[in-house]
């Protein structure tokens, strides 16, 4: 009588929908799942936002997702008040890269699929995905050449510069600061350099112009997601 109450409480039963061993074999699979997927993240990141604690939450939340998906099973009714107690998490922290958001629903996907006995789906999706984020990573399909960069140029007053740029194509002014204390005036250009321009050589021949006190030259990082 008290192993039924046991099992009963447990929801053990004999009308139990999965047992301690479906359980552990859906963690398990979802863990496994999401060493190849975190390896694949670790291996195609880029940018100064690398952070361990993301795939530790990978990891919790695609394991947790396999034994949500079991519990709720098939009732609807069950479905409905898990998604009310979930509502009350609030997650402050700001997810500053997309590829991290897309990373963490691809795990909580496999533990979806592990959680409802679907392994085979998750095993394929896993596989297919981070084959084609390694190919994807070598080749560097979605970087972009010749990116447009911000040149700032900062002149003594009285001089104009605008003679000395007709040379550089694709420039064009954004903005001027004058600096009335130092008597100097910042011009701020959007430039696109052609194939073939050095940011060395444009930054010696800016250098060079009459009354130029400082040259600064910022350019897009394709790798930051920011």
């Known amino acids: 009588m008290n192993q039924q109450i046991i099992e009963q409480f447990l929801g053990m039963g004999d009308g139990a929908i999965f047992s301690v061993g479906d359980m552990f ?9 999401n060493l190849i ?3 694949s993240y670790k291996d195609t990141h880029s940018g100064p936002n690398y952070s361990k604690t993301f795939l530790t ?12 998906m079991m519990i709720i099973g098939s009732n609807i009714a069950r479905a409905f008040s898990l998604i009310g107690a979930l509502s009350i998490i609030r997650f402050r922290t700001a997810v500053k890269d ?14 979806m699929g592990c959680g409802t006995g679907f392994y085979l789906p998750a095993i394929v999706l896993t596989l297919f995905l ?23 140029l900062n002149m003594q007053t009285g ?23 130092n008597s100097s005036i910042t011009y701020v250009y959007s430039f696109s350099p052609a194939n073939n321009d050095s940011f060395d050589s444009i ?24």
């Not at 074999?25 to 799942?33: A, D």
């Not at 939450?57 to 949500?68: A, Q």
């Not at 010696?204 to 997601?225: E, K, M």
């Open 25 to 33: 074999l859906g963690m398990s699979v979802t863990t496994i799942l």
């Open 37 to 39: 997927i975190a390896k």
């Open 57 to 68: 939450s990978l990891f919790i939340m695609s394991i947790s997702t396999s034994i949500v």
């Open 98 to 111: 997309p590829r991290d958001t897309a990373y963490l629903f691809a795990g909580v996907v496999t533990g």
């Open 130 to 152: 981070c084959t084609f984020l390694y190919v994807y990573d070598r080749f560097e399909f979605s970087l972009k050449k010749n990116l447009t960069s911000i040149i700032k």
């Open 159 to 181: 001089v104009d510069p605008s003679e000395h740029l007709k040379p550089f194509k694709n420039l064009s002014i954004i903005n001027k600061i004058t600096d009335y204390s």
């Open 203 to 226: 930054e010696d021949q800016l250098g060079a112009i009459s009354g130029v006190n400082q040259v600064s030259i910022y350019q897009a990082d394709q790798h930051a997601p920011f």
